[in-house]
């Protein structure tokens, strides 16, 4: 089928599903964006390419829809019925619960009872969220064994465990057997999420399905297994909605659909920069170290069961390993302590940054050491994951031994690979003939204290995530939309496209699909001007709260109170009056869930109700009509470079002659700030009004920009008295 006869079929879909819904109104913008994917996604060539033919041809669009455009319909309904004319599937890529949730449980349903063709759908998840049996079940048992133990209470607690109470261990077990007992009666389905009160990390994580610790069809509880009960609903479906982490977390695997081959969708798609940077970043522990032995000894256990002979060197890679390593914890600290030291009164990790990427010549020879050994001991892994694989598959009866001994290896190897990963990016370093053209890596030291134990870590991250994405992503996808309420930054795509990776794409096209509502009519931007710079902390904070309870005092139905930080929100929280302080739900107060509740119940029944919220509060909140008819932005959410991989980039714009402020602060802030404002209006008959106390917003140059960023709300400007 010829590629303008697929795209016009989907537009064909698109028609008939939206107008046949009750309710329809003809969104001029959505017809726009639809027409748009349709074309885009029928322009990729999917599929294997035979040796010499030439390049498959790519195909992206990066499509800005605001809010009221109807964005997931636009891009689900020509996406879903391309992919089936063409025999391929559609990938939708999230970065929130909230936009999941919202698709598989609403959009989808109600599409797949329209469309003429039939199409399955599943959400999926990593492999991490769901419940390994084998796992379970054992650690349900005495919990006895001294293994057994330090799967229950995780490798870190070593040296605390022989101090820990015996009821701690019993009330754990019992955790665990609640667990197993749910699962059995299937009153549970072994996703966390399903659990009525999912458990921390600590408890979780013991348990998890993890592919270093899987023997999959060779385990004896395969075919009670939940993760590949649920990797048959991704192979039935042609539609799969994820999320930006697993996304990225999954190149390479065959967990989700190739890339090469079906059809991507990357749905509040301005997140995906940042996702990208905190996957490939990288971090290793130099302090608590008994792991090594420990793996090294569950490893070599493995000769009892089978010839490996790989692992006559274990000893020695694991003796090198943990030797390196303290050697390059004692020069981290020879060459930083006095300046971590320094900041024991800081909140967090004290951590100090090595300038330029470029570390001290004395680190490299350990450091060195310490990658060959990772690999080398990671080979020996592979041979003892491939043998133990061997013994299973041979001796059926033995398969619950072998697959405990199995698990306790891979339980730790993932720690050596991120031993053996994070070297990697430490040592890459720029020659010295390099002339800055060479981006280095974010590279840091952290040191923090874990009980008795002080606890110094290495940390490497790249800094640019468009050459990151471009390199993982871009290099298998052929066709793909991004979207997102927010992707232009003071009007432009430039910033977003650089960030993405997609800069200089000539597979990209780029569309900006204004907001059916009539902003300047149904809102009003009020640019509350303090005679306090903003800069000044303190003075500006006090005359700010000041002016904010003042405009609080008149709200009759529902706001939101944004903050930039906690102390900010504290001081306006202590300056309530006690009348006002039953209007105001504060967001660290309360659940989230049970917050929203109550700020409905109470504009529904006409009572004032204010929410105090921070960032977090500040995207993926819809509260439309009386529910937010008053926003208030306490100062604008600038998010300074002032993290190792912000500070890291920061210093190699400035060392190649260019200005930060203007290229990653402005821009990001302009996106921060449109996602903020875009909780005043959420539907045509919405009016709001959004207040700004922070006065760089209409008197400076790099504010007239933000503003081009805005909606075109009515703009009014007051002076604070």
């Given at each position: 089928m010829h590629e303008k006869k697929w795209a016009q079929d989907a537009l064909n879909s698109f028609d008939a599903l939206v107008g046949a819904m009750p309710?329809?109104?003809n969104r001029e913008g959505q017809r726009k964006m639809a027409t748009q994917v349709a074309q885009t996604l029928s322009q990729a060539q999917l599929g294997k390419v035979d040796e010499g033919d030439p390049e498959p041809r790519r195909s992206i669009a990066v499509v800005q829809a605001g809010t009221g455009v109807g964005k997931s319909l636009a891009y689900s309904i020509p996406a879903i019925s391309m992919a089936l004319s063409r025999g391929t599937r559609v990938l939708i890529s999230t970065a929130t619960v909230a936009l999941q949730e919202q698709l598989v449980n609403k959009d989808l349903p109600a599409l797949a009872q329209q469309l003429d063709q039939p199409f399955k759908f599943a959400l999926a998840k990593g492999r991490g969220r769901f419940v390994c049996k084998l796992k379970l079940e054992r650690l349900a048992s005495t919990g006895e064994a001294q293994d057994e133990m330090d799967d229950l209470f995780g490798e870190e607690e070593a040296q605390a465990r022989a101090a820990r109470p015996r009821h701690e261990l019993e009330a754990r077990i019992q955790f665990y057997r609640s667990m197993a007992d749910a699962l059995a009666t299937q009153a549970w389905n072994g996703d966390r999420d399903m659990l009525e009160t999912p458990p921390e990390a600590e408890a979780w994580s013991p348990v998890a399905a993890e592919s270093a610790s899987c023997t999959g069809k060779h385990c004896p509880a395969f075919s009670q297994c939940v993760y590949y009960e649920r990797r048959k609903d991704l192979v039935a479906a042609q539609v799969i909605v994820a999320n930006h982490d697993l996304l990225l977390s999954s190149l390479g695997s065959k967990l989700l659909p190739e890339l090469d081959n079906c059809l991507l969708v990357l749905d509040e798609a301005h997140h995906l920069p940042s996702t990208a940077l905190d996957q490939f970043a990288g971090e290793m522990d130099l302090s608590r170290l008994t792991w090594i032995d420990k793996l090294a000894s569950r490893a070599l256990r493995v000769n009892t069961v089978a010839e490996v002979e790989e692992l006559a060197d274990v000893p020695q890679h694991a003796g090198q390993l943990r030797q390196q390593l303290q050697e390059l914890a004692r020069l981290v600290m020879a060459h930083y302590g006095d300046a971590l030291k320094s900041q024991k009164d800081s909140y967090g990790p004290a951590r100090v940054r090595v300038p330029r990427g470029v570390l001290p010549e004395d680190l490299l020879e350990p450091l060195g050491l310490i990658a060959h050994h990772a690999d080398r001991f990671?080979?020996?892994?592979?041979?003892?994951?491939?043998?133990?694989?061997?013994?299973?598959k041979d001796k059926p009866e033995e398969s619950r031994r072998l697959s405990t001994i199995y698990a306790q290896v891979g339980a730790l190897a993932p720690r050596l690979e991120s031993i053996f990963d994070t070297t990697q990016l430490l040592l890459q370093q720029a020659p010295e003939?390099?002339?800055?053209?060479?981006?280095?890596?974010?590279?840091?030291?952290?040191?923090?204290?874990?009980?008795?134990?002080?606890?110094?870590?290495a940390h490497a991250s790249p800094i640019q995530p468009g050459a990151t994405l471009r390199q993982h992503l871009w290099s298998q996808v052929r066709g793909a939309v991004l979207t997102s309420a927010t992707l232009t930054s003071c009007g432009q795509f430039d910033f977003f496209l650089r960030e993405s990776g997609l800069a200089g794409d000539a597979s990209v096209t780029t569309l900006e699909v204004p907001s059916p509502?009539?902003?300047?009519?149904?809102?009003?931007?009020?640019?509350?001007?303090?005679?306090a710079d903003p800069r000044e902390a303190a003075r500006f904070t006090e005359e700010m709260v000041e002016a904010l309870l003042t405009d609080l005092s008149r709200v009759q139905a529902g706001a939101l109170v944004l903050f930039t930080s906690r102390e900010q929100m504290r001081q306006a929280v202590d300056a309530l009056s006690t009348a006002m302080r039953s209007q105001v739900l504060v967001q660290t107060a309360l659940p989230r869930p049970t917050l929203l509740a109550r700020h409905r119940d109470a504009v529904a029944l006409g009572e004032p109700s204010i929410i105090f919220g921070m960032q977090?509060?500040?995207?993926?909140?819809?509260?439309?009509?009386?529910?937010?008819?008053?926003?208030f932005i306490t100062k604008l959410p600038f998010a300074p470079p002032d993290d190792p991989v912000g500070e890291a980039r920061a210093e190699w714009l400035r060392s190649s002659g260019r200005n930060p402020f203007n290229e990653l602060v402005v821009p990001a802030t302009a996106i921060r700030l449109a996602q903020w404002v875009g909780r005043a209006i959420r539907t045509e008959e919405d009016r709001a009004h959004v207040y700004c106390y922070d006065r760089r917003l209409v008197a400076t140059s790099y504010g007239q920009q933000l503003i081009k960023g805005l909606p075109p709300f009515t703009l009014q400007r007051q002076a604070v008295r």
């Amino acid at each position: 089928m010829h590629e303008k006869k697929w795209a016009q079929d989907a537009l064909n879909s698109f028609d008939a599903l939206v107008g046949a819904m009750p309710g329809f109104r003809n969104r001029e913008g959505q017809r726009k964006m639809a027409t748009q994917v349709a074309q885009t996604l029928s322009q990729a060539q999917l599929g294997k390419v035979d040796e010499g033919d030439p390049e498959p041809r790519r195909s992206i669009a990066v499509v800005q829809a605001g809010t009221g455009v109807g964005k997931s319909l636009a891009y689900s309904i020509p996406a879903i019925s391309m992919a089936l004319s063409r025999g391929t599937r559609v990938l939708i890529s999230t970065a929130t619960v909230a936009l999941q949730e919202q698709l598989v449980n609403k959009d989808l349903p109600a599409l797949a009872q329209q469309l003429d063709q039939p199409f399955k759908f599943a959400l999926a998840k990593g492999r991490g969220r769901f419940v390994c049996k084998l796992k379970l079940e054992r650690l349900a048992s005495t919990g006895e064994a001294q293994d057994e133990m330090d799967d229950l209470f995780g490798e870190e607690e070593a040296q605390a465990r022989a101090a820990r109470p015996r009821h701690e261990l019993e009330a754990r077990i019992q955790f665990y057997r609640s667990m197993a007992d749910a699962l059995a009666t299937q009153a549970w389905n072994g996703d966390r999420d399903m659990l009525e009160t999912p458990p921390e990390a600590e408890a979780w994580s013991p348990v998890a399905a993890e592919s270093a610790s899987c023997t999959g069809k060779h385990c004896p509880a395969f075919s009670q297994c939940v993760y590949y009960e649920r990797r048959k609903d991704l192979v039935a479906a042609q539609v799969i909605v994820a999320n930006h982490d697993l996304l990225l977390s999954s190149l390479g695997s065959k967990l989700l659909p190739e890339l090469d081959n079906c059809l991507l969708v990357l749905d509040e798609a301005h997140h995906l920069p940042s996702t990208a940077l905190d996957q490939f970043a990288g971090e290793m522990d130099l302090s608590r170290l008994t792991w090594i032995d420990k793996l090294a000894s569950r490893a070599l256990r493995v000769n009892t069961v089978a010839e490996v002979e790989e692992l006559a060197d274990v000893p020695q890679h694991a003796g090198q390993l943990r030797q390196q390593l303290q050697e390059l914890a004692r020069l981290v600290m020879a060459h930083y302590g006095d300046a971590l030291k320094s900041q024991k009164d800081s909140y967090g990790p004290a951590r100090v940054r090595v300038p330029r990427g470029v570390l001290p010549e004395d680190l490299l020879e350990p450091l060195g050491l310490i990658a060959h050994h990772a690999d080398r001991f990671l080979d020996a892994l592979r041979a003892v994951s491939k043998a133990l694989r061997a013994e299973i598959k041979d001796k059926p009866e033995e398969s619950r031994r072998l697959s405990t001994i199995y698990a306790q290896v891979g339980a730790l190897a993932p720690r050596l690979e991120s031993i053996f990963d994070t070297t990697q990016l430490l040592l890459q370093q720029a020659p010295e003939d390099d002339d800055r053209k060479t981006i280095p890596n974010a590279k840091w030291f952290t040191l923090e204290t874990d009980g008795e134990y002080i606890v110094v870590k290495a940390h490497a991250s790249p800094i640019q995530p468009g050459a990151t994405l471009r390199q993982h992503l871009w290099s298998q996808v052929r066709g793909a939309v991004l979207t997102s309420a927010t992707l232009t930054s003071c009007g432009q795509f430039d910033f977003f496209l650089r960030e993405s990776g997609l800069a200089g794409d000539a597979s990209v096209t780029t569309l900006e699909v204004p907001s059916p509502f009539d902003y300047a009519r149904q809102g009003t931007l009020v640019a509350r001007e303090t005679a306090a710079d903003p800069r000044e902390a303190a003075r500006f904070t006090e005359e700010m709260v000041e002016a904010l309870l003042t405009d609080l005092s008149r709200v009759q139905a529902g706001a939101l109170v944004l903050f930039t930080s906690r102390e900010q929100m504290r001081q306006a929280v202590d300056a309530l009056s006690t009348a006002m302080r039953s209007q105001v739900l504060v967001q660290t107060a309360l659940p989230r869930p049970t917050l929203l509740a109550r700020h409905r119940d109470a504009v529904a029944l006409g009572e004032p109700s204010i929410i105090f919220g921070m960032q977090s509060f500040g995207e993926g909140l819809d509260l439309p009509g009386a529910l937010c008819e008053s926003l208030f932005i306490t100062k604008l959410p600038f998010a300074p470079p002032d993290d190792p991989v912000g500070e890291a980039r920061a210093e190699w714009l400035r060392s190649s002659g260019r200005n930060p402020f203007n290229e990653l602060v402005v821009p990001a802030t302009a996106i921060r700030l449109a996602q903020w404002v875009g909780r005043a209006i959420r539907t045509e008959e919405d009016r709001a009004h959004v207040y700004c106390y922070d006065r760089r917003l209409v008197a400076t140059s790099y504010g007239q920009q933000l503003i081009k960023g805005l909606p075109p709300f009515t703009l009014q400007r007051q002076a604070v008295r």
